[in-house]
C-alpha cells in the first residue's frame, strides 16, 4: 500500500518508467529551418507576455509592465529554445 492506502501496481510503475526514458531530447544537429524556428519561438515569446503585460498595465495602471512582460517572453522563449536545441 502507499501514502494514499491503495495498492501498488508494479506492472504499471514499470511502464510508466519506460514512458518516461524513452522521451530524449534530440543529440543530432538541428533541422534545415532551426533558424525561422528560433526567430518564431523568440517573436511570439515576446509578443503573447508583452500582451498580457500590457492587459495588466491597463488594468493596473502600471506602465512598467509592458517592457517586463516583453522581457518575461524573451526569457521564457529562451529557456524553451536551450531545452529544445541544447546548449551551444
Do not use: C
Not at 510503475?13 to 519561438?41: C, H, L, M
Not at 498595465?57 to 521564457?76: E, F, K
Amino acid at each position: 500500500m502507499n501514502w494514499l492506502g491503495t495498492r501498488r501496481d508494479p506492472e504499471r510503475e514499470t511502464s510508466v518508467v519506460q514512458a518516461s526514458s524513452a522521451v530524449k531530447r534530440r543529440s543530432g544537429p538541428p533541422p534545415d529551418n532551426a533558424g525561422w524556428t528560433i526567430f518564431s519561438y523568440l517573436l511570439s515569446g515576446m509578443l503573447v507576455y508583452g500582451l498580457l503585460g500590457w492587459l495588466l498595465a491597463t488594468l493596473t495602471h502600471i506602465s512598467l509592465l509592458i517592457p517586463l512582460g516583453t522581457l518575461a517572453g524573451l526569457v521564457v522563449a529562451v529557456g524553451g529554445i536551450v531545452y529544445k536545441y541544447g546548449r551551444p
